[in-house]
Each structure stands twice: as structure tokens, then as C-alpha cells.
Nanobody, 114 residues
Framework: QVQLVESGGGLVQSGGSLRLSCIVS????????MGWYRQAPGKRRELIAS???????DYVDSVKGRFTISRDNARATVYLQMNSLKLEDTAVYYCNDRWGTLRWGQGTQVTVSS
């Protein structure tokens, strides 16, 4: 059974940093291109970063240069290091594969305050 467990969110001031983790089980993790998504209040969930099994990463423009996605295939875990956080980064953050085909986890709330 596929399971995605996100953690690491919280309340942080603008300009601060957080590191999110997502532990994945039930799939051959190393073969999957994984992604981090976020859903802000009143908005659709969007893919913001992805990383291939070999470590090639891609980002949307709004987070490029501030966020870094990484993975540990031995631990079946994908990370999102978020620096220079902005108010508009406030959202629930989720991990999934690059196309969002896995069963969604509960997400982790990130709230950026001024």
C-alpha cells in the first residue's frame, strides 16, 4: 500500500527557512520522479519542484533560487529545503510523484508571517 507522510511544516517569519520531509512507502522509490506540491487557501494544488531518481531537479519560477528539492533513495525520502520564505509561500505542502498519481498524504502546513 502506497503511503506518503509529510512533515516539517510550521510557523516561520518572512525570510526564514524550513525543511520538509516526505517518507514514501509502497513503491519502488528510486525509479520514481518525485515532486513537491502546495495548495494555498482558495487555490488549486500546484507542482513546485520535482526530482528524478538520478537527482535532476526542476522548479517553478516562483521558488527557483529559494527552494531546493533533494532525495535519499536509501531512505525513500524526499526533502524540500525552503529558504527566504515569503508570505505567499503559505500553503499546505504535499509530496507525490511528478504526475500526482499516488494516494495523497495529509500534507504539512507552512505558514509564513510578517
Amino acid at each position: 500500500q502506497v503511503q506518503l507522510v509529510e512533515s516539517g511544516g510550521g510557523l516561520v517569519q518572512s525570510g526564514g527557512s524550513l525543511r520538509l520531509s516526505c517518507i514514501v512507502s509502497g513503491i519502488t522509490f528510486r525509479l520514481k520522479t518525485m515532486g513537491w506540491y502546495r495548495q494555498a487557501p482558495g487555490k488549486r494544488r500546484e507542482l513546485i519542484a520535482s526530482i528524478s531518481g538520478g537527482g535532476d531537479a526542476d522548479y517553478v519560477d516562483s521558488v527557483k533560487g529559494r527552494f531546493t528539492i533533494s532525495r535519499d533513495n536509501a531512505r525513500a525520502t524526499v526533502y524540500l529545503q525552503m529558504n527566504s520564505l515569503k508570505l505567499e509561500d503559505t500553503a499546505v505542502y504535499y509530496c507525490n510523484d511528478r504526475w500526482g498519481t499516488l494516494r495523497w498524504g495529509q500534507g504539512t502546513q507552512v505558514t509564513v508571517s510578517s
